[in-house]
């Protein structure tokens, strides 16, 4: 299973854009790159996915390079609610055929006023 | 709400009880997963089932827990006998496929707390 490493923490003021950076070295070639966001207390949201090169939804853009070996997380204008922890994935395939996600720890995202 | 919904929110247990939680799905989706967190850790998978059929147990302690999902009704995951290390989170996922590039969805999780 491919392992992630991100920072453990950043720090943000309101309205600014905010990138978060995982590597992954090992991902595999059908391996897709998926974020979520948990806030205490609950279970962790889908942001985004991707494979390659960009993706956009309306609350987030994932860039992947061309090597995918690492993705950024780019969430636009943040406001005091996007205070959460952020979990990048790159799940594989088990020896059961089950495709299983490995969450580390995440990067703690604190929004500052 | 179409989402993925977990009971009870919150459980109490005696050590030596029995703790069952429930979690259905989302509409239209065959596959459940279970997962546990500690305190300040990431979630750490346990089972991964199909509508009768458990495919992926890797992930499951040897004793005292067992999963379902049966032909009708919500997944459920058993702790028989509890111990005071099983205070944890359990969080449930379900997806479409089990293929990588279907996201799993979760619920909000049972917290159980073994007195």
């Known amino acids: 299973l491919a392992k992630t490493t991100q920072p453990i923490s950043m720090d943000s003021y309101e309205g600014q854009e905010v990138n978060i950076t995982c590597s992954h070295n090992?991902?595999?070639?059908?391996?897709?790159i998926t974020w979520y966001q948990q806030f205490p207390s609950q279970g962790p949201r889908f942001i985004i996915q991707?494979?390659?090169t960009k993706v956009t939804n309306e609350v987030a853009s994932l860039f992947i390079p061309a090597d995918r070996k690492s993705s950024t997380l780019s969430l636009p204008r943040v406001s005091l609610s996007d205070t959460a922890v952020y979990y990048c994935?790159?799940?594989?395939?088990?020896?059961?055929?089950?495709?299983?996600?490995?969450f580390g720890k995440g990067t703690k995202l604190s929004v500052i006023p | 709400n179409a989402g993925v919904m977990q009971n009870p929110r919150h459980l109490v247990r005696r050590r030596g009880q029995e703790a069952r939680l429930r979690c259905s799905p989302m509409?239209?989706?065959?596959?459940v997963y279970w997962y546990r967190q500690l305190p300040e850790e990431g979630l750490k998978f346990m089972v991964y089932?199909?509508?009768?059929?458990?495919?992926?147990e890797s992930g499951m302690p040897k004793e005292r827990f067992s999963a379902e999902f049966p032909k009708e009704g919500p997944s459920i995951l058993r702790i028989q006998q509890v111990v005071r290390g099983d205070s944890a989170a359990y969080f449930c996922?379900?997806?479409?496929?089990?293929?990588?590039?279907?996201?799993?969805?979760f619920g909000d999780g049972t917290r159980l707390s073994i007195l």
């Open positions: 509409k239209g989706h065959s596959h």
């Open positions: 090992n991902i595999a070639t059908n391996d897709y």
């Open positions: 994935l790159v799940g594989g395939y088990s020896g059961a055929g089950s495709y299983q996600l490995t």
């Open positions: 996922a379900s997806s479409l496929t089990p293929d990588s590039n279907q996201p799993q969805h």
């Open positions: 089932l199909q509508k009768e059929n458990i495919i992926d």
């Open positions: 991707g494979y390659k």
